[in-house]
């Protein structure tokens, strides 16, 4: 990263102490289940988010981002604390409060990931800064434990309550598989993904679609997974089966039975996915990413109209198994589809969101790529 090292140079007239990187994600199986202490099956995509990092000796902490023409944001590093000025920057400041940082720092970052797709650019943004703040103090912190600080940091900083997935990912992946990780204990198996070799393509599909409902939805799938354990008496959804569900119907609301459900189901299939995975069953695969989608849809109704209708156009074209990615209500979608169908699917998808009047989607394809590092500049 010579280029962000001299664009540092440029901006804050001396060079970097360290060079870190992090990567968006995608989830290829697992949605909406981190935060019930599910599995979760993402990979990390190959675009990621730079951050070039020196200390200072004044206590000053001066944020800068390549895409927002480096414009200089400037505070004290005592005044870093929730509820503090700062737009996109709180979630560097959000890592600089969750790590404990007492010394000022400049920071310029140069992020990859599309914004607002559903890829994750804030967990890259937040796990880049944190690799390079645990090399530049040496922290000594693990990956758990960097996952733990960079979710406190969008959780109570940015406001945010996102789950672990997608700060595990982005600081834990491997390349060439996706992880597979219990977020009860952040334990992870690394899961060989080559689509290639048999074939396949992995096509993300970017709806464009961003609906303000997001954050008070995801709060709210949250409570009621929440409410159902509280009721249930157990501490979260992986605690709970399909017959113990069926049989405490008349103690939740019809409502919360459904999001239950789909914890459960979901669970499971992030399961019998891995060993779809391990046999190289792509056809399993597939029906397990269509029944994922199903019941997001339906179940936890997370989806929104563009999602569908993206989904149903890949799966007419051809596609093996497809699903909206991530949070929902907009976003992406992936569809795995034969290597030689991807023109085919990427025209359907494109044609039904014009008759729909939706906006035109965007294509990504991605090899699962490996997890944040940092190095001394
Ligand atoms: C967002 C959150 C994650 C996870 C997904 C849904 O990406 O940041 O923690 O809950 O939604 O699976």
Redesign the pocket.
Known sequence: MASLARNFEELFGRKPEVISEAPGRV?LI??????SEGF?LPFAIADRTYAAIASRPDGLVRIASHQRKEKIFSIDIHDVKPGSKGDWEKYVLGVLWSLGITTGVDILVDGSVPAGA?L?SS?ALECSVAVGLNELFTLNQSLEELARATQKAENNYVG?P?????QSVSLMAKAGAALLLDCRDLSTESVPFSVADAGLELLIIDTQAHHALVDGG?AERRAACESVAAKLNIPSMRHLSLEVLESNRDKITATEFMRARHAVTEIARVLDAVKALRSSDFEALGKLINESHISLRDDYAVSCPELDVAVAASLEAGAIGSRMV???FGGSAIALIKAEDISKVRDAITAAFESHGFKRPRFFTSLPSSGASASRY
């Not at 697992?30 to 935060?35: A, L, P, T």
């Not at 996102?162 to 997608?166: F, R, S, V």
Request: charged share 15%.
């Open positions: 989830n697992g949605e909406h289940i981190d935060y979760v559903g994750s967990a945010v996102c789950g672990i997935m997608d995801y991530g949070g929902g």
